[in-house]
């Protein structure tokens, strides 16, 4: 198994950015291949990307296709995401999750392991 802890949530102007990170304990990280999602207030959890075991392959979601950046250090058991060019349709608390298929999958129901979530407001 493995424990999945989000931070570097927090309030920003439209046009900003924003640096989440999810670090992994327990179990390697290097094990999953992982992703971000997130949920908005009255709407389903939706993903945003999504990140090999490696690291060289990744996918993202349309909406954030260009804008964000998702990463990871498998020496630091840690995996990022960098929100730029914020908007407000992109306020939601954000969860990082781990897949233990070796595909990288933006489907929510692929992950087993989920983190609390953090919350980013993106304010207009």
């Known amino acids: 198994q493995v424990q999945l802890v989000e931070s570097g949530g927090g309030l920003v102007q439209a046009g900003g950015s924003l640096r989440l990170s999810c670090a992994a304990s327990?179990?390697?990280?290097?094990?999953?291949?992982m992703g971000w999602f997130r949920q908005a207030p009255g709407k389903e959890r939706e993903s945003v990307a999504a990140?090999?075991?490696?690291?060289?392959?990744?996918r993202y979601a349309d909406s954030v296709k260009g804008r964000f950046t998702i990463s990871r250090d498998n020496a630091k058991d840690t995996v990022y995401l960098q929100m730029n060019s914020l908007k407000s349709e992109d306020t939601a608390v954000y969860y990082c999750?781990?897949?233990?298929?070796?595909?990288?999958?933006?489907?929510?129901?692929?992950?087993?392991?989920w983190g609390q979530g953090t919350q980013v407001t993106v304010s207009s």
């Open positions: 999750a781990a897949s233990s298929d070796i595909n990288v999958r933006l489907g929510i129901t692929w992950y087993t392991y």
């Open positions: 327990g179990r390697t990280s290097s094990s999953y291949s």
């Open positions: 990140i090999s075991r490696g690291g060289g392959s990744k």
